[in-house]
């Protein structure tokens, strides 16, 4: 009876690691201040290397070098309570460039219900179908489409280390936008957390309680986007203030056995080497303006054609990309041409 308890716990715990959440990884990748930390981080981090069993995104005409060239990465959450962390829809997802030029990243949060088309399927649905249907690669692929960029790079962490990252850090501070109740995600049962307007201290539960409320925001996924952006800020603030200096080991040894990405130890050193003096004042907050429509009895968020044109231009010239003469689809960097 003990083997199999440890069996089942064994199997929940894997499970639970491969829930997957965003803002983490933020932070993992930007919130350097402290050398010593990242390269704790990531090499702690190396069994998590995750491939996409290719050198280049299909829209590059070469594969991109940190600290050399601008690059772009997908940051995911997925739903995965009905697989078991195979395939499932993602909660979220963002969209991260970052210029060694201006040192700044631009961060775009896409709606989970934007009404996309789903590459080999040929279908119009929500975007936060194509992960599963295809996995981490279809979801990019449906991304790189949708915004016409490629995706150099993706991320992802569960929900268990985004709490406990938190935690480590002694908390985040918030501005919350009104008063709201959310309920947890805990194996030993849920609890209503209150969260009420004004500044709140939140720890690891609660603030993961406030990024994923939704369907009480007036404003559906753009105002959890928002939010999600102000918890990414706070984390990247208290992370690279100099008393996490202190707790460089919990840290590193959280994130390890739960950053999956396909960026390599390698490229995250070089990674901080270019970007070691971030800030949270570094962040341009985009957002993609939609507008709400029932099809087929499904709730959809429609993307405003002037917005998304836009958002795609903003992002183009921050990867500082132009078309190919001689590959239409494909981009190459302006110093390519």
Do not use: C, W
Request: glycine content about 8%; aromatic content about 8%; charged content about 30%.
């Amino acid at each position: 009876m003990k083997q199999r308890a440890d069996i089942r716990k064994q199997k929940k715990k894997k499970r639970r690691r491969r829930i997957l959440y965003p803002m983490l990884v933020v932070f993992l990748l930007i919130a350097g201040g402290v050398g010593y930390m990242l390269f704790q981080t990531y090499t702690a981090a190396s069994e998590s290397y995750d491939d996409l069993d290719r050198e280049k995104s299909d829209l590059r005409d070469k594969a991109v070098s940190i600290g050399d060239d601008p690059i772009s990465i997908l940051i995911m959450g997925v739903e995965d309570y009905s697989t078991n962390g195979d395939n499932g829809r993602t909660d979220t997802m963002l969209v991260a460039t970052f210029n060694p030029g201006d040192k700044r990243l631009k961060l775009l949060s896409l709606p989970r219900d934007t009404l996309v088309e789903i590459p080999e399927r040929g279908t119009q649905e929500k975007i936060n179908h194509a992960h599963a249907y295809g996995g981490k690669e279809l979801a990019i692929k449906t991304v790189e489409q949708f915004l016409d960029i490629p995706i150099d790079y993706y991320a992802a962490v569960n929900f268990d280390a985004f709490t406990n990252i938190v935690n480590i850090l002694g908390g985040i501070e918030v501005d919350v936008p009104f008063d709201f109740e959310q309920r947890t995600i805990r194996e030993s049962g849920n609890e209503d957390l209150q969260f009420t307007e004004g500044p709140m201290e939140l720890n690891g539960e609660e603030a993961l309680a406030y990024a994923r409320m939704r369907k009480q925001d007036p404003r559906g996924d753009i105002g959890r986007n928002e939010r999600q952006q102000q918890v990414i800020k706070a984390i990247i603030d208290k992370a690279t203030s100099f008393g996490t200096i202190t707790k460089v080991n919990d840290l590193a040894e959280e994130a390890g056995s739960n950053v999956k990405t396909n960026m390599s130890v390698g490229e995250g050193l070089g990674f901080y080497q270019e970007y070691s003096d971030f800030s949270a004042s570094n962040i341009d907050k985009l957002t993609l303006e939609t507008y709400p429509q029932s099809i087929n009895g499904g709730s959809y968020q429609i993307p405003d054609e002037q917005s998304l044109t836009e958002v795609k231009q903003t992002l183009k010239e921050h990867l500082e990309l132009e078309t190919s003469n001689n590959q239409p689809g494909t981009y190459t960097t302006e110093e390519e041409q």
